[in-house]
């Protein structure tokens, strides 16, 4: 059974640091693997998409790679400004073709002024 | 374009009423998802659909039925509520094929007492 982790649980930084995500799965055999943003009360707004044959897809200040052999992801955030605060998930589709998602915990990301 | 909707956005039940949830998408679709959100759970997934008139089971699915008869929409029923249900409810929906994003919507929010 697949299993996604998140590290860390929770993050604080001062507004300008650049800062790293962490996601990893136990199971190599994904087809893609999703980052999304989620605000407090509300849904999940996806930031970025990686294929499985891909090894990196950036936008805007956001970066984020994958090394699938070692079932890792990290998404890198530059210059991180109040507005980035929210909660960040990882989430693998794999096993199937039918895109099912396995989510991690997620990181709580604060940016203070 | 609205994207993702789900109606309604809160509701509160007595424990044994029953009552659906509503998920429609505007975007053409085939896929749809049914997901849970419980605090040290993360996002687990109740049901999903590969196209009209088909549903399957995930990873959550007792207590849970849906239906799809119409592309656009995916419908989650609760026969008879009990306070496990407790939760907040996500609908999404993606194009078929492996390589694609999954949308969500802004979630219900429902109480059981």
């Known amino acids: 059974k697949q299993e996604v982790t998140q590290i860390p649980a929770a993050l604080s930084v001062p507004e300008g640091e650049n800062l790293v995500l962490n996601c990893s799965f136990t199971d190599s055999a994904i087809y893609n693997l999703q980052w999304f943003r989620q605000d407090p009360g509300k849904g999940l707004t996806s930031l970025l998409l990686i294929q499985s044959s891909q090894r990196e897809q950036t936008s805007g200040r956001l970066n984020a790679s994958l090394d699938k052999s070692s079932g890792r992801s990290t998404l890198y955030i530059a210059a991180s400004q109040p507005g980035d605060s929210a909660t960040y998930l990882c989430a693998v589709a794999g096993g199937t073709s039918y895109g099912k998602l396995t989510f991690g915990q997620g990181t709580i990301l604060t940016v203070h002024p | 374009n609205a994207g993702v909707t789900q109606t309604p956005k809160f509701r509160v039940l007595k424990t044994g009423q029953s009552m659906t949830l509503l998920c429609a998408q505007d975007m053409n679709h085939e896929y749809m998802y049914w997901y849970r959100q419980d605090p040290g759970m993360g996002l687990r997934l109740i049901h999903y659909s590969v196209g009209e008139g088909t549903t399957a089971k995930g990873e959550v699915p007792d207590g849970y039925n849906v239906s799809r008869l119409k592309k656009q929409n995916f419908l989650l029923g609760l026969e008879s509520a009990a306070p496990s249900q407790t939760s907040v409810y996500f609908c999404?929906?993606?194009?078929?094929?492996?390589?694609?994003?999954?949308?969500f919507g802004p979630g219900t929010r429902l109480t059981v007492t």
């Open positions: 999404a929906s993606r194009s078929g094929g492996l390589y694609y994003e999954q949308y």
